[in-house]
């Protein structure tokens, strides 16, 4: 039933759009009006192939990055089409007046004008143009934007920091989605421009696969190469937990859950499972805590309890946890000594406006702490934009972030 309706209203958006088409070409050349006009259906017919597969066949048969694309065909072809349509829709609204107002005005016995009103050439025109924009934009964000790494830096003044630990440098990335990933040589890049910062911690703060484990182990030797002198730390996000896909039997998907933690044992990565540990650094102490993945609207396997347990003596505590809902819900109202919780999860939505200091992005409308820092009295949360990408495999306006943060003593 899904596919009929789908399919219908897709075939309804073509038919619509198709009009603005005859009308924009009807002066353009025989071969130019051909191709455009012929050429037009051919994203539709590939669209409506797609659906069947995805309704009849088994589409985790295959590997994510082949689902992302098919999902991004459909997505850019037919959201283009929608913006186009708002140009035809006013060109039919202004024709719909125009007509009315000829009915109304006219005189016994002459025709009504609005009966020769046709659709007009230049908003058809339009029409077309708009619809090259956000397809433009869907095609540049995976050709430019995938992998337009950026380096945030961020200084986090803490009064009680241990003056040891005074100028302390941090590097957090998160939301690796190694199972999206198309273009391993530009990965490569962006791990080194990681390393480049030469932090003294790297935080991973969650979703290093999609669905599977299996989606890591292309990328085993690229995030392995990831080391800072006092350690890397990594927590879980809550696509690490195989939640999204169909598992024949619970031991299976336990067994590919253990099989994440061996991957993270691969890269070197001190994987904190609701755990933490004190760095000692001349005499004073630094906790590190690591929670599971632990949100409002996904799974709740983390223990923020049982993660906090034994780290009360360390003066700075600092809290690895994959959704930033967890900074309200539980953090701020509980564990008011935790000064800076290290976030990803929201990816920015992987799109964006920026208009000098000011950032438009579908992601506030989501979260209320979406990306970024934030401060509540004493209490800081970070939000990484993410390093990966899921579904639409590019950006737009939402660059893929490395963050490096310095910790001072205020």
């Not at 999609?210 to 350690?231: Q, R, S």
Request: one cysteine or more.
């Amino acid at each position: 039933m899904a596919i009929i309706t789908f399919t219908l209203i897709f075939l309804l958006i073509d038919y619509y759009f198709f009009q603005g088409v005859l009308v924009a070409s009807k002066n353009w050349s025989p071969v130019w009006k051909g191709i455009i006009r012929y050429g037009f259906w051919v994203p539709t017919i590939l669209c409506f192939f797609a659906l069947l597969w995805w309704a009849f066949d088994d589409p985790y048969r295959y590997s994510a990055n082949f689902r992302n694309w098919v999902i991004t065909g459909i997505v850019a072809t037919y959201f283009s089409k929608v913006v186009g349509i708002l140009f035809l829709f006013i060109d039919d609204l202004q024709r719909g007046v125009r007509y009315l107002f000829s009915f109304f005005q006219k005189k016994e016995g002459q025709p009504i004008a609005g009966e020769l009103i046709s659709r007009s050439e230049f908003l058809s025109k339009t029409a077309l143009i708009a619809s090259a924009v956000p397809f433009g934009a869907f095609t540049w964000g995976i050709v430019s934007g995938a992998h337009d790494y950026r380096i945030r830096k961020v200084t986090i003044n803490l009064p009680n920091l241990p003056k040891s630990f005074d100028g302390v440098t941090i590097g957090q990335i998160s939301d690796i989605h190694s199972g999206s990933f198309w273009n391993k040589t530009a990965v490569k890049g962006g791990v080194e421009m990681l390393l480049n910062q030469k932090p003294d911690l790297i935080f991973f703060t969650g979703d290093l696969v999609n669905n599977e484990t299996k989606e890591v182990n292309e990328f085993i030797d690229v995030f392995n190469k990831v080391k800072a002198p006092l350690g890397v730390f990594s927590v879980t996000g809550n696509h690490d937990y195989g939640d999204y896909k169909s598992w024949s039997t619970k031991e299976q998907k336990q067994q590919n859950f253990n099989d994440l933690i061996h991957a993270h044992k691969l890269l070197g990565y001190d994987l904190l499972l609701n755990e933490n540990r004190i760095i000692t650094q001349g005499g004073e102490k630094l906790a590190l805590i690591g929670v599971e993945n632990w949100g409002t609207r996904f799974s709740k396997h983390g223990d923020l309890a049982k993660a906090y347990e034994g780290s009360k003596e360390a003066a700075v505590k600092l809290l690895l946890s994959h959704d930033p809902t967890h900074w309200d819900a539980q953090v701020r109202s509980n564990y008011k000594d935790i000064d800076v919780m290290f976030a990803g999860h929201t990816h920015g939505t992987q799109f964006g406006v920026n208009i000098g200091d000011y950032t438009w992005t579908p992601a506030q409308y989501a979260y209320k702490q979406w990306g970024g820092l934030y401060q509540e009295d004493n209490q800081y949360l970070y939000v990484n934009r993410g390093f990966g990408y899921i579904g639409y495999p590019g950006r737009v306006g939402m660059p893929p972030e490395i963050t490096i943060f310095e910790l001072k003593t205020s």
